[in-house]
Every structure is written in structure tokens, then in C-alpha cells.
Nanobody, 127 residues
Framework: QVQLVESGGGLVQPGGSLRLACAAS????????IGWFRQAPGKEREGVSC????????YFAESAKGRYTISRDNDKNIVYLEMNSLRPEDTAVYYC????????????????????WGQGTQVTVSS
């Protein structure tokens, strides 16, 4: 059974950092495309970053470029999203998603679509 569990969210001051983790079970992240999304209250879910299966090619939305890093630990079967220089507008619930083919939903840039979703982790940037 495919399962994704996000962790690492919390309250951080503007300019601070957080590292989110997406722990996968039931499949191997090395061979799946993984995406990170966020959804703020009253707004649509938006793609933030993704990493492709096998080659591990990464992509960042404009809002994340230069501040976020995505990485994959194949041994632990976890994908991380490192977020630096956080701003109040980064406040949202962050979700990770996984896909292995052409089905699913939510594409952005070269990323997606995705079949499986985690439950999300809250990130709040506030002083």
C-alpha cells in the first residue's frame, strides 16, 4: 500500500528555515517522481518543487527558486524540502505527492501528474 507522510512543519520567524520530510512506504522514491505542493487558506494548491524518478532532475517554481532545495535519500526512502529565507507568504499546508506514470492530477512546469498524496504538514511563517 502506497503511503506518504510529511513532517517537519511548524512555526518559524521570517528569514528562518525549515526542512520538510516526505517519508514513503509501499514504493521506492528512487523510481517515482515526487512533488511538493502547498495550499494557503482560500487559495488553490500550487506546485513548489519536484524531483524526477531515477535521474533525480529537479525543478523549482519561481516562488521557490534560490530559497528551496529538494533532495532524496534513497536509503531512507525519504524526499526532503529544505526551505530557507522563509517569508510570511510561504505560510501554507505543504503536501508531497508521488507518481509513476502519466495518470493522476496536478502538473506544474515539467512536474507531475501525481497519483498519491500525503496528509500535509502546516508551515507558519510569522514573527
Amino acid at each position: 500500500q502506497v503511503q506518504l507522510v510529511e513532517s517537519g512543519g511548524g512555526l518559524v520567524q521570517p528569514g528562518g528555515s525549515l526542512r520538510l520530510a516526505c517519508a514513503a512506504s509501499g514504493f521506492t522514491v528512487q523510481y517515482y517522481k515526487i512533488g511538493w505542493f502547498r495550499q494557503a487558506p482560500g487559495k488553490e494548491r500550487e506546485g513548489v518543487s519536484c524531483i524526477s524518478g531515477r535521474a533525480g532532475t529537479t525543478y523549482f517554481a519561481e516562488s521557490a527558486k534560490g530559497r528551496y532545495t529538494i533532495s532524496r535519500d534513497n536509503d531512507k526512502n525519504i524526499v526532503y524540502l529544505e526551505m530557507n529565507s522563509l517569508r510570511p507568504e510561504d505560510t501554507a499546508v505543504y503536501y508531497c505527492a508521488a507518481g509513476d506514470g502519466y495518470g493522476g492530477t496536478h502538473k506544474f512546469g515539467p512536474c507531475g501528474p501525481y497519483d498519491y498524496w500525503g496528509q500535509g504538514t502546516q508551515v507558519t511563517v510569522s514573527s
